[in-house]
């Protein structure tokens, strides 16, 4: 797919308005917002990133970071997702039936093993997903309770905290939201927010201009909630077909 950048709308709209460039930089502050905002419901932009768990079994989360969509370790070519637990805890996060002792990751594959006691000085491992990153199963009569792939979501520490079970330098992907403050001129936008971007620009020049008339100012804030409206239509998934099906699932016969 072609992406444009934030520093061509900006020239653009500077032509558009025949400025100079020393408005570069108020316009890029407008197109940067108006970017941020449409992240969260528009574009959804999914960012992806790599986190490394570290020896508190945390990891940091980006500076951009609003919500995740998803959170996994890699399996082969497939993402394995990890589960939330809001009852986890940092102080002693070790989930009964999991052996406090040994290994219970696989470091080629970052799948996670169980360890259960059979005897005296025993352990035998299981593994709980097979090549694509699918649930096998077979932990034969234990509960729900025993859950090695959990995590938690410290917002006020700015930290994901995993289960124990998951070793300290292991790989985790993590696909979230963005709020696209860390955004700067060269950053990748989709072609179908290019007429939105430029239209809330030309919009906040006459907002922020004492000299303009409401009269101006009305008509250039018309034209940005109509290039929204045409935005959120495009990336809209929606088809023909599928408003039909939605119209003739209410629509049933009945005796006349």
Not at 105 to 130: E, H, Q, R
Not at 245 to 251: A, E, G, M, S, T
Request: aromatic share 10%; glycine share 8%.
């Amino acid at each position: 797919m072609t992406y444009t950048t934030l520093d061509n709308i900006v020239r653009n709209v500077l032509q558009r308005k025949q400025y100079p460039i020393h408005w570069y930089f108020q316009t890029l502050v407008n197109a940067k917002d108006i970017l941020r905002e449409l992240h969260f419901d528009v574009l959804r932009c999914i960012n992806s990133t790599k986190l490394t768990v570290g020896t508190d079994n945390t990891a940091d989360l980006p500076d951009d970071y609003v919500d995740y969509t998803r959170i996994g370790v890699q399996v082969g070519q497939n993402i394995r997702p990890l589960l939330q637990m809001d009852s986890l805890i940092a102080q002693d996060n070790t989930q009964v039936g999991v052996a406090e002792t040994g290994d219970n990751t696989d470091n080629k594959s970052n799948s996670i093993v169980y360890g259960f006691p059979m005897a005296s000085g025993l352990t035998w491992g299981t593994m709980l997903t097979n090549s694509y990153g699918e649930v096998t199963g077979r932990v034969f009569g234990y509960g729900a309770g025993t859950q090695p792939d959990t995590f938690r979501v410290l917002r006020e520490q700015n930290k994901i905290l995993f289960n124990r079970s998951i070793n300290a330098g292991s790989q985790i992907i993590l696909e979230y939201i963005g709020d696209g403050s860390s955004c700067d001129s060269a950053t990748q936008v989709d072609p179908y927010a290019q007429a939105c971007i430029e239209a809330y620009c030309l919009w906040q020049f006459a907002e922020q201009n004492r000299t303009s008339n409401i009269g101006d100012k009305q008509y250039l804030k018309q034209q940005f909630e109509m290039q929204l409206r045409i935005l959120k239509g495009r990336k809209n998934d929606w088809t023909v077909s599928d408003i039909k099906r939605l119209i003739q699932k209410h629509h049933v016969l009945s005796i006349r």
